[in-house]
């Protein structure tokens, strides 16, 4: 058992090295806030091609929310590392509550989507406009 | 003889091999431009992943390794140990590994344990240490069972498995591509694999193999890699973190959620847990062949229709 303790505390040695090498290496370049152009490349590429009419972008820009023309869906865009992770849901799942200093967190359904902050006058105006 | 064989975790005792060939796909991708990608938090998530996997896995293997001893000594004939043995223990294990690989995929159960391992939008070789740290309780060890009645010693059948799993770390890299077409018609290689872990439509469920392509050859759930349809790499909902412990735990969670929802019969319950992916009772969700369907109706047939339904 020791032995196996001594090889995970090895492994977490292993694991800042390599995380250190491959930022210096591969330096995250994907750290703009996503622009219409990056939400309709991430459309295509989850095989989504769907119209999206506006969408509105969360503080820090690596989270955006679009709607479709289907009056009830929405589509959350979000920036995981260097890579995009998007999902298609009913208007019904997004839930947004008040936070500080006049932002909004917004959440779905989902244990691996952590909350997304967003301007509160940009998402209520978003969720007006979808009302 | 059998007792002589060496009680080891020959897969874990592995690890420093897999960072040094981490850290040369690493330095080679970088040097030739192309061929893979890294990104820091990720390859760091799939390394942690695979130390508590192999920490999880080295303090309850005696439970395998309990359960194969008890059912070996129940064979009627024990097989000795020579090459012929290990050849054929190694060939079988591989059988098995194509069978529980895919009860992995067909059964959310056992999909909740395996789906860490498709968790990473990159494919590359600390993809392959991505592994789950509930891979014991998927109840998956009952298909290897046969092995030990067959009389091929505990041992043999864990150092047959060590070896298979070595086997696999090398083929998760798109660094490398094709092999001669007799390579790829019989061995795992990391073209068919990677088949394996993208999300196309057309590759969902499929190239289940571990070390021999034929046994997806063989039973109808093999899908060739086409370069008119590059494999995207993930699950079908992409995760939004890192966090090994999201990573590790969400479908159990959803799991959870689903079983608890009110006004569901006991069937459906059931259904939840053990159905393949994707099933749900009020059609919001879709399985697999749901998306490959959908995928054809939007699409239209393409030429080539490899993992469609026909």
């Known amino acids: 058992m020791s032995d196996l303790w001594a090889l995970f505390i090895v492994a977490l040695f292993a694991i800042l090295a390599i995380f ?30 769907k119209p999206i009419d506006n969408f509105v972008l969360s503080v820090s820009g690596e989270a955006a929310i679009a709607r479709t023309s289907a009056r009830d869906e929405l589509i959350i865009l ?16 997004l839930h947004i509550r008040p936070s ?23 998402i209520q105006n978003f969720a007006r406009a979808n009302a | 003889m059998p007792e002589n064989l060496p009680d080891i975790n020959i897969s874990s005792l592995a690890g420093p091999l897999y960072v040094v060939l981490i850290l040369i796909e690493i330095v080679a991708i970088k040097l030739r431009g192309g061929g893979g990608s890294y990104e820091a938090k990720d390859a760091s998530t799939s390394i942690f992943m695979g130390a508590g996997s192999a920490v999880i896995g080295g303090s309850l293997g005696f439970i395998n390794i309990a359960v194969l001893i ?33 009860y992995y995929h067909r059964c959310r159960w056992a999909w909740a344990a395996h789906v860490v391992h498709h968790s990473s939008q990159h494919y590359n070789l600390s993809t392959a240490l991505r592994q789950t740290w509930t891979g014991l309780f998927t109840g998956a060890l009952v298909l290897y069972l046969p092995l030990a009645l067959l009389g091929f010693h505990p041992a ?5 498995g060590g070896l298979n799993l070595i086997y696999q770390f090398w083929f998760h890299t798109e660094y490398i591509d094709k092999f001669p077409k007799w390579v790829e018609a019989v061995m795992n290689t990391p073209s068919h694999h990677c088949v394996h872990h993208a999300n196309n439509p057309r ?20 899908v060739p890699e086409l370069a008119s349809d590059p494999p995207r790499y993930g699950l079908v909902s992409d995760l939004g973190t890192f966090n090994p412990l999201r990573v590790f735990s969400h479908e159990y969670v959803g799991i959870f959620k689903d079983i608890t929802k009110p006004g569901l019969t006991l069937v459906q319950r059931v259904l939840y847990v ?37």
């Open chain 2, 274 to 310: 053990f159905a393949p992916p994707g099933w749900c009772h009020d059609g919001s969700r879709l399985s697999s062949q749901q998306i490959k369907q959908n995928y054809v109706a939007k699409h239209g047939k393409p030429k080539n229709n490899a993992g469609l339904p026909e």
């Open chain 1, 78 to 93: 979000r920036r995981v590392g260097d890579r995009y992770s998007l999902r298609v849901l009913p208007v019904s799942s």
């Open chain 2, 156 to 160: 043999l059948i864990a150092l047959c």
């Open chain 2, 70 to 102: 008890f059912v070996y000594n129940l064979a009627p004939v024990k097989l000795p140990f020579n090459v012929w043995t290990f050849v054929a223990c190694f060939i079988l294990w591989d059988f098995c590994y194509y069978w529980a690989h895919r």
């Open chain 1, 20 to 49: 250190a090498f491959v930022r210096w290496l591969y330096p995250n370049r994907e750290t703009h806030a996503i622009t219409d152009d990056i939400f309709r490349r991430e459309l295509r590429r989850h095989d989504q091609p």
């Open chain 2, 203 to 222: 590759y969902l469920d499929a190239n289940y193999a571990g070390v021999f392509i034929i046994w997806d050859r063989l039973f109808g759930s093999f």
């Open chain 1, 100 to 122: 500080k200093s006049e932002t909004a967190l917004v959440s779905i359904d989902d244990f691996t989507w952590p909350a997304m902050r967003f301007d509160m006058n940009d």
